[in-house]
């Protein structure tokens, strides 16, 4: 059974960078055919795509966050990590990870896209 937990901390002020690790178990991150997705949740709003990274480390970006967006991550320890540059109060959501066995890359995500998902973890940008 793969769990995923997101970690991070739960306030960020605005202009600075956000960054969430989340954790994998009972599966790693470089097997293939897996990609390991980042998804966010604003209140009252969808399911948005960040970003993913793939088993062989390949990184794909959101265009609407491409230039805030960095993913990377830590073999070792089986986890990856997204950072968000110069947040504002409108990236206050419900942050997720989650794993696909293809690609996903459009925006707004369904919940089967991915099978495996992380329980979230709220983010608040605020001063």
């Known amino acids: 059974q793969v769990q995923l937990q997101e970690s991070g901390p739960g306030l960020v002020k605005p202009s600075q960078t956000l960054s969430l690790t989340c954790t994998v178990s009972?599966?790693?991150?470089?097997?293939?055919?897996?990609?390991w997705g980042w998804i966010r949740q604003p209140p009252g709003k969808g399911l948005e795509w960040l970003g993913s990274l793939s088993w062989w480390g390949g990184t794909y970006h959101s265009p609407s966050f491409m230039s805030r967006t960095s993913i990377s991550r830590d073999t070792s320890k089986n986890q990856f990590t997204l950072q968000l540059s110069s947040v504002t109060p409108e990236d206050t959501a419900v942050y997720y990870c989650?794993?696909?066995?293809?690609?996903?890359?459009?925006?707004?995500?369904?919940?089967?896209?991915?099978?495996?998902w992380g329980q979230g973890t709220q983010v608040t940008v605020s001063s």
């Open positions: 009972g599966g790693s991150i470089t097997t293939a055919p897996y990609y």
């Open positions: 989650a794993r696909s066995k293809r690609l996903v890359t459009t925006s707004a995500v369904l919940k089967d896209d991915y099978d495996y």
